[in-house]
């Protein structure tokens, strides 16, 4: 495709390309799913390759229990791998790929704050945040060389698109979501965890950890996901509504016990 060409489709794609966030926000929406989907799966192939997995049958059980509790109530088939990597780290990818650290185990104490991570990442991923930086940062410039880039994630393109779905730590380029998609991704994913049947107060627990975790160099999970003094603070004026969600899901029967 020439560049005009090119530059006239994304032209036609910022009139088009208007969308709305779960909260209501507007955002730019320029990548086809299908396109956003291919490059999730890209960049989770090239993960697997860069990064061990973890074989333990006992810790794989425990963060699929944890995982599967948490994307039952969004639907679809989600592919979730376990890294043996020590940094408190976790994320999720179009195309429906959820990748945890067995170091953020030893931070988040418990299935609840577990599924506080969980349902953060993947309502980052519904909320369409990866599309959102993506169309942002490199629809006109890189067009239809978004998927190799994935596919290369140690060249200084792929590296950047590694960051911008929010797996770029493993890649050396740290590129945290907004404030705002932060927030987004803070309360959907604890009224995601407490639909689930998970308790969601421990989410200010599991960030009071986060905070507490790593001596003077904070844990990868805080380098990616900035910690701001008002995200404890939102969280628990949200929280009354999570625990409604909590005791509905309770009396459906929904009661995790991962262990």
Partial sequence: MSRFL????????LLAGCATSPTGRSQLILMPDSQMDQMGLQAFTSIKKETPVERSTTTNSYVQCVARAITREVGGSWEVVVFRDEDANAFALPGRKIGVNTGLLEVAENQHQLAAVIGHEVMHVLSNHSNERVSQKFAVEQGLGLI?????PQTGTGKTLMGLLGVGAQFGVLLPYNR???SEADLLGLDLMAKAGFDPRQ???LWINMGRS???QPPQFLSTHPSHASRITDLQKHMPVALRLQDKARQMGKRPACH
């Fill in 6 to 13: 090119v530059i006239i489709s994304v032209l036609l794609g």
């Fill in 148 to 152: 190799s880039a994935a596919a290369s």
């Fill in 180 to 182: 705002i998609q932060e």
């Fill in 203 to 205: 989410s200010v627990k």
């Fill in 214 to 216: 790593g001596g003077s």
